[in-house]
């Protein structure tokens, strides 16, 4: 029980005094950091987006684990299970000081964490023996000390468990920032995306031309989502330039907001998957911040920085070309950018998959080359560039829902960011390829959506999906992995075609 007095105190402390230091969060993301990348994979290939609920039931388990051992040892000779709380103690207190943000406040949690799990084991431990030497005294009084170590157990158990969740509810629920994110309202946009008549098609099971936020897919390192404060936010721009810019909020807005459509896409999205999504941002031209830095001229890369050390490498042309809209985004499809998506700041690039370019809780923006700095996901599998791979997606039919024969609706979305999709295709069964009906794009840097009318027989058909760029440029047919920067082929699925009930 020792164990959970431990996390419970370290909580506790974390709540009060430095929200950002629970060591089993901090221990959960030394773990991200290194495990292998087959690892991750797998994790995500088996618990999806539930991925980081199993790292932290893994910790929970290790913690009581360690925590049986720890009695187990400190019951056989004295302050032998202390030490092993002393060395939790210490691996704690080296993963929430080691990682980004830390603070000196960030050493109490784990070191309170360690001083009471130690006192608790300690009085618990004693009561044990007290007990056992009154049994085997057969002293009458070995019933108080048996009722006094059970008590002892109990009541630390339970406020252990009490105090704990509730001060890790109480860091999460009342972190000052969801709140200050409510209140937040945005100056009125200089200019509002147009959506022109026909862009977004009516056909049930077609994903919506703009995703909803809370639809909208999540990926990052982060095991706590970062917060910060609009007011502690700065943005500081260095490395090789002419002049160093640091830049508070405020500031960013005062330099005029517009909005922009754009995909994003992750590199680990799988053809036919659904980590790719369309929001109107609000922002900052990048070029207008860097314009204020000026690069110089033999730097060639952003390595742009979030708070919690994540970093990504964008080409500096990407971010300086005046025909491609690259923003520091401060909000998502009207609102301020949820926490999860990067508030109070974050970069949207069109055209380039998030790990390269779509920096989260962005604080920094070092302007530097290739040759010389390698961003978080670099050293890790993946290419230092990685432009999104031109791609279309069959939302509907589904091939887990039959459909009654008759005539049918094929739909889905294609995407070409910053070039534009020109054509997509389908095929049925082997047989010629047919054109999809198009919507009217937003702009080059959004999906499309795209369908296909058809008369369904009974039995089970093949669909095939390929889509072909504005530049001619057709899809690869040819499957490859996400790794090392994006994954191609076309899209095949099956539908059962049968009758009603
Ligand atoms: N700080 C931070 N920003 C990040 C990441 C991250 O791990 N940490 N992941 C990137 C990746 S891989 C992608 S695909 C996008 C996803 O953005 P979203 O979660 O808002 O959809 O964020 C990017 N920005
Ligand atoms: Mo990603």
Redesign the pocket.
């Known amino acids: 029980m020792g164990g959970a007095v431990f996390i419970a105190a370290a909580e506790i402390t974390a709540f009060l005094a430095a929200r950002d230091a629970s060591p089993l969060l901090a221990a959960g993301s030394v773990v991200i950091d290194i495990v292998p990348q087959w690892a991750k994979e797998l994790a995500i290939e088996l618990f999806g987006a539930n991925d980081k609920l199993f790292l932290l039931v893994t910790l929970g388990v290790g913690v009581l684990v360690v925590d049986a051992a720890a009695g187990v040892l400190e019951r056989r000779r004295r302050w032998a299970g202390v030490a092993v709380f002393a060395v939790a103690g210490v691996a704690g207190l080296i993963a929430t000081t080691t990682r980004a943000g830390a603070t000196p406040l960030s050493a109490l949690p784990p070191l309170i964490g360690a001083l009471a799990g130690s006192a608790f084991l300690n009085a618990s431990i004693g009561a044990l023996r007290r007990w056992h030497a009154a049994e085997v005294a057969d002293s009458g009084a070995s019933r108080t000390d048996r009722r006094r170590f059970l008590l002892l157990t109990a009541v630390g158990a339970v406020t252990a468990i009490v105090a704990g969740t509730g001060a890790r509810i109480g860091t999460m629920a009342t972190s000052s920032v969801a709140a200050v994110r409510r209140a937040l309202r945005l100056p009125e946009p200089l200019s509002k995306v147009t959506v022109p008549a026909g862009a977004e098609l009516d056909i049930p099971g077609l994903s919506p031309l703009f995703t909803p936020n809370a639809d909208?897919?999540?990926?990052?390192?982060?095991l706590s989502v970062p917060s910060i404060a609009p007011a502690d936010w700065r943005l500081t721009v260095d490395g090789m330039v002419g002049r160093r810019v640091e830049l508070g909020f405020d500031e960013l807005l005062h330099m005029g907001l517009r909005e922009y459509a754009v995909t994003?896409?992750?590199?680990?999205n799988q053809v036919g998957g659904n980590?790719v999504?369309t929001a109107r941002w609000l922002g900052v031209p990048v070029r207008e911040i860097l314009d204020l830095a000026r690069p110089a001229e033999a730097a060639d890369m952003v390595l742009s920085r979030?708070i919690?050390g994540?970093t990504?490498s964008t080409p500096l042309d990407a971010l300086t070309d005046p025909t491609r809209d690259a923003i520091l985004a401060v909000a998502m499809n009207g609102e301020p950018l949820p926490l999860?998506?990067?508030f109070p700041v974050?970069m949207v690039v069109p055209g380039l998959?998030?790990?390269v370019s779509?920096?989260?809780?962005l604080t920094q923006m070092t302007v530097t080359t290739f040759e010389k700095d390698q961003a978080?996901w670099t050293p890790r599998g993946y290419s230092a560039q990685a432009p999104i791979k031109l791609s279309s997606r069959i939302d509907t039919p589904r091939i887990d829902k039959a459909i009654v024969p008759g005539p049918a609706r094929i739909a889905g979305v294609a995407w070409a960011q910053t070039v534009g999709i020109e054509r997509v295709e389908v095929q049925i069964d082997g047989g010629p390829w047919r054109s999809a009906a198009l919507s009217a794009p937003v702009s080059k840097d959004t999906w499309v959506q795209w369908f296909l009318d058809w008369n369904a027989t009974s039995g089970t058909h093949t669909l095939v999906v390929r889509a072909t760029d504005r530049n001619g440029r057709m899809q690869d047919q040819e499957r490859t992995p996400i790794a090392p920067n994006g994954s191609t082929g076309w899209q095949s699925t099956v539908v059962r075609v049968g009758a009603a009930g």
């Open positions: 909208f897919y999540r990926v990052d390192t982060a994003l896409t992750c590199v680990s980590l999504g979030s919690d994540f990504a999860e998506h990067g974050r998959y998030g790990y779509a920096t989260k809780w978080y």
